[in-house]
C-alpha cells in the first residue's frame, strides 16, 4: 500500500497519510513525551481523570506516534534508551511507528 505524507507536526500536532482506499492514519510527535513526564506534567481524559497520554490519545482515534532518536543528546533526551521506552510503550498501547534518525544531537 502506498502512502503520502501529508502533514507533520510537533506534539498536539498530527501527521496525516493519506493513500487512495485506504484508512486515514493519525499521529503525534511524542519524542518529549518522558521529558516532560519527568518535569511533572499530568495528562487528563474528557471525564478530566489524569491518564497515561498514549490512552488518551488512542481513544481520540490516533494510531501513529514518531519518535525522534539522536546520536548523543547532552540532556539525555531522545537518545537510544529514551527512545525504545517509548516505542514499547506506543506499541502495547496499539500504536504504529514512525522513528526519524537525527544524525545531530540537537536540534537540526
Known amino acids: 500500500m502506498k502512502r503520502h ?5 510537533l506534539l498536539g500536532g ?4 493519506h493513500g487512495q482506499g485506504e484508512a ?8 518529549w513525551l518522558t521529558q516532560m513526564e519527568k518535569a511533572g506534567y499530568k495528562f487528563y ?6 491518564q497515561d497520554l498514549f490512552k488518551t490519545l488512542k481513544e481520540h482515534g490516533m494510531n501513529t506516534i514518531r ?3 539522536w546520536v548523543n543528546p547532552a540532556d539525555g533526551w531522545n537518545n537510544i534508551s529514551d527512545v525504545i521506552a517509548k ?3 506506543a506499541k502495547a498501547a496499539g500504536f504504529d511507528l ?5 544524525y545531530s544531537d540537537s536540534w537540526a
Open 5 to 9: 505524507l501529508l502533514t507533520t507536526l
Open 14 to 17: 498530527a501527521l496525516l497519510f
Open 24 to 31: 486515514m492514519v493519525k499521529g503525534a510527535d511524542f519524542s
Open 45 to 50: 481524559n474528557d471525564a478530566g481523570q489524569q
Open 67 to 69: 519518535l525522534r532518536v
Open 87 to 89: 516505542a514499547k510503550r
Open 98 to 102: 514512525l522513528i526519524d534518525f537525527h
